[in-house]
C-alpha cells in the first residue's frame, strides 16, 4: 500500500486535486471529513462531546454547533484538549477501519490540511503539496467563498509558507491555471503514483 500524504494551503485547490485522485482509484482518506463525521447526530461521538460541554453546544435540530463550540475551545487550551481527546481517537479508529478496507496494493490519499505545520512528511512514503501563489488564494477565496481579502491573507499568513511546505514535497502540482490543465497534470502525478506502488 503506498501511503501518499495530499497538502495545500487555503485556497490552493487541494480539494479539487482529491477528488480526481479519487476518481482515478485514489483511497481517500480525508481526517477534516471524518471529524465532522464521528460528532455527527447519533453518534456516541457527539454524545460525548454534549457530556463535557453541555445542551449549549448543539443546534435546535440536535446537531453540533461548531461556531459555538469553536468559540468555547479555542480561548482555553484545557477546553480544546478535552474536545481532542473525544474526536482525535474517533478519527483514528475511522482511518484504521478505512486503511484496513483497502487492498495491499491500493494508493491511499490522507487529505492533511496541517501536514507541514506538524511535521507530519515522516509519515508518508510520497508527499504531494498542492501550490499556487498567494494572490491567486486570495482571489480563488473571494471568488468562491466570498471571503473578504484581509480575511484571505489572515487565513494564509496563519498556516505554513508556501517555502516550509514545498520543502517537504516529493512531487508538486502547480494549480495556476485552468481545471483542464490541472486534470493533465494530476493525470502524470497518477502515473507517477501508480508506478512507485508497482515497486513496492
Same mark, same amino acid.
Given at each position: 500500500?503506498?501511503?501518499?500524504?495530499?497538502?495545500?494551503?487555503?485556497?490552493?485547490?487541494?480539494?479539487?486535486?482529491?477528488?480526481?485522485?479519487?476518481?482515478?482509484?485514489?483511497?481517500?482518506?480525508?481526517?477534516?471529513?471524518?471529524?465532522?463525521?464521528?460528532?455527527?447526530?447519533?453518534?456516541?461521538?457527539?454524545?460525548?462531546?454534549?457530556?463535557?460541554?453541555? %445542551?449549549?453546544?448543539?443546534?435546535?435540530?440536535?446537531?453540533?454547533?461548531?461556531?459555538?463550540?469553536?468559540?468555547?475551545?479555542? !480561548?482555553?487550551?484545557?477546553?480544546?484538549?478535552?474536545?481532542?481527546?473525544?474526536?482525535?481517537?474517533?478519527?483514528?479508529? *475511522?482511518?484504521?477501519?478505512?486503511?484496513?478496507?483497502?487492498? %495491499?496494493?491500493?494508493?491511499?490519499?490522507?487529505?492533511?490540511?496541517?501536514?507541514?505545520?506538524?511535521?507530519?512528511?515522516?509519515?508518508?512514503?510520497?508527499?504531494?503539496?498542492?501550490?499556487?501563489?498567494? &494572490?491567486?488564494?486570495? *482571489?480563488?477565496?473571494?471568488?468562491? *467563498?466570498?471571503?473578504?481579502?484581509? %480575511?484571505?491573507?489572515?487565513?494564509?499568513?496563519?498556516?505554513?509558507?508556501?517555502?516550509? *511546505?514545498?520543502?517537504?514535497?516529493?512531487?508538486?502540482?502547480?494549480?495556476?491555471?485552468?481545471?483542464?490543465?490541472?486534470? !493533465?497534470?494530476?493525470?502524470?502525478?497518477? &502515473?507517477?503514483?501508480?508506478?512507485?506502488?508497482?515497486?513496492?
Amino acid at each position: 500500500m503506498l501511503k501518499t500524504g495530499l497538502t495545500g494551503g487555503i485556497g490552493s485547490g487541494k480539494s479539487e486535486v482529491s477528488k480526481r485522485l479519487a476518481a482515478r482509484g485514489a483511497v481517500v482518506i480525508d481526517a477534516d471529513r471524518i471529524a465532522r463525521e464521528v460528532v455527527e447526530p447519533g453518534t456516541p461521538g457527539l454524545a460525548r462531546v454534549v457530556g463535557v460541554f453541555g %445542551d449549549e453546544v448543539l443546534r435546535p435540530d440536535g446537531s453540533l454547533n461548531r461556531e459555538k463550540l469553536g468559540s468555547i475551545v479555542f !480561548a482555553d487550551s484545557e477546553r480544546l484538549a478535552a474536545l481532542n481527546a473525544i474526536v482525535h481517537p474517533l478519527v483514528g479508529e *475511522r482511518v484504521a477501519e478505512l486503511q484496513s478496507g483497502a487492498a %495491499d496494493d491500493a494508493i491511499t490519499v490522507y487529505d492533511v490540511p496541517l501536514l507541514a505545520e506538524n511535521n507530519l512528511a515522516p509519515m508518508y512514503d510520497v508527499v504531494i503539496v498542492v501550490d499556487a501563489s498567494d &494572490e491567486t488564494r486570495i *482571489r480563488r477565496l473571494a471568488e468562491h *467563498r466570498g471571503m473578504p481579502a484581509a %480575511d484571505a491573507e489572515a487565513r494564509i499568513a496563519a498556516q505554513a509558507s508556501r517555502e516550509d *511546505r514545498l520543502a517537504v514535497a516529493d512531487i508538486v502540482i502547480s494549480n495556476e491555471g485552468t481545471l483542464d490543465e490541472l486534470d !493533465a497534470r494530476v493525470d502524470e502525478v497518477w &502515473e507517477e503514483l501508480t508506478r512507485r506502488a508497482a515497486r513496492g
